[in-house]
């Protein structure tokens, strides 16, 4: 039988899904499961739920309250953190090279995928502009303007739409998400909720 | 120094209060820690946010997941649940009840709490109806009638009234909160937070 991996879904405009990045791969290695990152965009999403913005700007006391729990939990977890002077920034090219990555099964994407978060939610850096992806793959010893040129491909350009479809399909409506074989968990603080469905259903 | 309570804020329609109400005390004795147990209305909450519904029926895929949530969850925290076949039921008498009873110190409204949410959410009666506020009272060897009469009066009114206001005041946006020394967690999820918080600010 094959093990299944750990989906983790995410967007990176997203506050929670910075928390989630930075601690998933210490607490799927102590529960002995891989995890499979899988960028995808919000935006289409909230759009078919009537929303032009994130719902932490459509419902102001939401969003008071989600900064708040934020700044709580990045002291809890030890993440760095500082609001954001925009948001929410637009993830679109770092998903573009999240996805390329993930195809190529480059083994830099765990890393790239922390550092987007970190420029967004600690750095304050504008994720959404070339020239700082660009920066953040050199930054990993990679070459950014050839990556970023491939980012931006019809094909690859196509690999995220399918991912976003893929995660309205499971039913995905926020992030971070988690699916553990086609069983769906919303929500930072439903990891360790997925990997006790993982051992449940694998017997480990 | 007088040792903050920890303030629960539920609303009778709420599935995850239901989960919260079922284990609260539990996790507060072993915490040390005093409950207040204060209902509210999340209706007229809603109202401001746009919706005259709850979120979980305005949007689908939230509501899907949610449920299939709770299903896990009661699972494994063993509280009985079965899907009611009305969602969300009224919970104004029932939450009148809670006011009159937390006004008189009466010992017996957490177990009225937990009645009446194990009624919606595993017995799947109408809880709005008077009849069933009104047995439920008697279940618990209170003069069910009386209750429910004084439960209506002005005064009475006026306390759940001031209950939500102070809801809103607080920042609350939806149910289950806590609140400690005047700080916000939201989300039956967060209560091992909002104790280790209480923890924290009186150095216990």
Known sequence: ????????????????????????????HIAGVAVSW????????????????????????KGRYMWRDMERLCAKYGVPFARPSRFPRDGLLAARV???????????????????????????REIGDDVEIRSI??????????IVERA???????RLRNHTQRAIELGI???????VSGELF???????????????KTGT
Chains 1, 2 share one sequence.
């Open 1 to 28: 039988m094959t093990v299944p991996d750990l989906e983790f879904w995410f967007e990176f405009g997203s506050t929670y899904s910075y928390l989630t990045a930075c601690r998933i791969e210490d607490v799927a």
């Open 38 to 61: 899988r960028p995808f965009l919000l935006g289409p999403i909230f759009k078919e739920q009537g929303w032009d913005d994130s719902p932490f700007n459509v419902y102001p006391a």
């Open 98 to 124: 999240a996805c390329l990555a993930n195809a190529e099964f480059e083994p830099w994407l765990p890393d790239f995928v922390r550092a987007v978060f970190r420029a967004n939610f600690a750095e304050d």
């Open 137 to 146: 793959l050199d930054e990993l010893g990679q070459p950014g303007v050839e």
């Open 152 to 158: 931006q491909t019809p094909e690859n350009k196509q």
């Open 173 to 179: 409506f926020g992030a971070p998400s988690f699916v």
């Open 186 to 200: 919303w929500g930072n603080d439903r990891v360790e909720d997925a990997l006790a469905w993982h051992r449940a």
